[in-house]
Nanobody
Framework: QVQLVESGGGLVQAGGSLRLSCAAS????????MGWYRQAPGKERELVAA???????YYADSVVGRFTISRDNANNTLYLQMNSLKPEDTAMYSC?????????????????WGQGTQVTVSS
């Protein structure tokens, strides 16, 4: 089993920045792809960014150029640096992990999930 714990969410003004962290523990040797999902009230959950051990990345079109995903394998931590935040970025952000190197959940679904951290961007 893998446990994921997110931190770093909060309230920020539009144009501001936040960095989310996701600490992984347990059977982390089995983990390859990791990603950040978000879900706003009344909207479907969407994959925002993902990265695998090979360093391949994926970004949703809405965050390209503003968000950066990274991982520190030595410390078993995933990050999401969010800059130029917009009110529409407001959502619950959750960390997810998979035993596959595929970033696209349509090919291999993410298997492990954190509880989430709330990000609220005020206008």
């Amino acid at each position: 089993q893998v446990q994921l714990v997110e931190s770093g969410g909060g309230l920020v003004q539009a144009g501001g920045s936040l960095r989310l962290s996701c600490a992984a523990s347990g059977s982390i040797f089995s983990i390859d792809a990791m990603g950040w999902y978000r879900q706003a009230p009344g909207k479907e959950r969407e994959l925002v960014a993902a990265i695998n051990r090979g360093g391949n990345t994926y970004y949703a079109d809405s965050v390209v150029g503003r968000f950066t995903i990274s991982r520190d394998n030595a410390n078993n931590t995933l990050y999401l640096q969010m800059n130029s935040l917009k009110p529409e970025d407001t959502a619950m952000y959750s960390c997810a992990a998979s035993r596959s190197d595929y970033l696209d959940p349509r090919i291999y679904e993410y298997e492990y999930w954190g509880q989430g951290t709330q990000v609220t961007v005020s206008s």
